[in-house]
């Protein structure tokens, strides 16, 4: 029997598809234009001539370096979740013992701890060990509230492995950073992508500890680019849009690139 098309579903699909790829346009086209142009055509009128001068200009103020450090701060901290969290999820999961899980909830106390309350003794940790106004003072209190939420989701997505696949390899006699590399790794490939994602995400938008534990424009990150960017040009508001897509496309190549895994991290092993 031969189904009716359904218009109902087409038209809802043309509408989402309008309202999604209209604030994408009035992004890019702004981006493309001058100052004048913009100010003549409107936000949804379509450049006269097309012009990269805006995104020359962001790089030209000292957006490059503030990408630069954004960059550094993000791959450290990326790494420094990689390097700790899955051990510990693995040693969650696996043990039974009492101190481990009363250590585990004293560890997710931190999701209940905002970054704004514990600012000014973070402010005078990090000046007191000479961190102040270094990159590295920035990375370790950033990785230190990814923590928290990102051993929550590893813990979780190692508790769906199987019993019988832990049995299995202990009968063949594999030790345990046997099992850990060759058994859990590669079955938690959803999982670690999610915190890799989340803590990235964590790394490249944070704006509080930059702001507080940062001074110099050498150490300056993105957000505040963009904070000083809106500030300095006031209503030149071409440039402004063209640093908000240089500070976002990473991010969303990331996203991109690790889309189906970060699915498959949210929804447990294996996609199930």
Known sequence: MK?????LAGFGSLLWLFLVALPLYVLLAATLQSRD????NGPLGFPDDLTLDNYTNVFSSGFGQYFLNTLI???SVVAIVLLLVPPLAFAIVRSRGRMTTGVFRLFLLGLAIPAQAVIVPMFYVISQAGLYDNLIGVILPT???ALPMC???LTGVMRDITPDLYEAMSMDGAPTWRVFF???LPLSKGGLSTIMVFSALQAWNGFLFPLVLTQSESTKVITLGLFNFQTQYGMNIPGLLAAVVVSTLPVLLVYLFARRTLVQGLMGVGGK
Request: charged share 20%; net charge neutral; aromatic share 14%.
């Open 73 to 75: 701060v993000t791959v």
């Open 3 to 7: 189904r009716r098309p359904n218009y």
């Open 182 to 184: 060759q058994l859990v």
């Open 37 to 40: 142009d913009y100010s003549e």
């Open 143 to 145: 990785a230190a509230f």
């Open 151 to 153: 051993a929550l989701i």
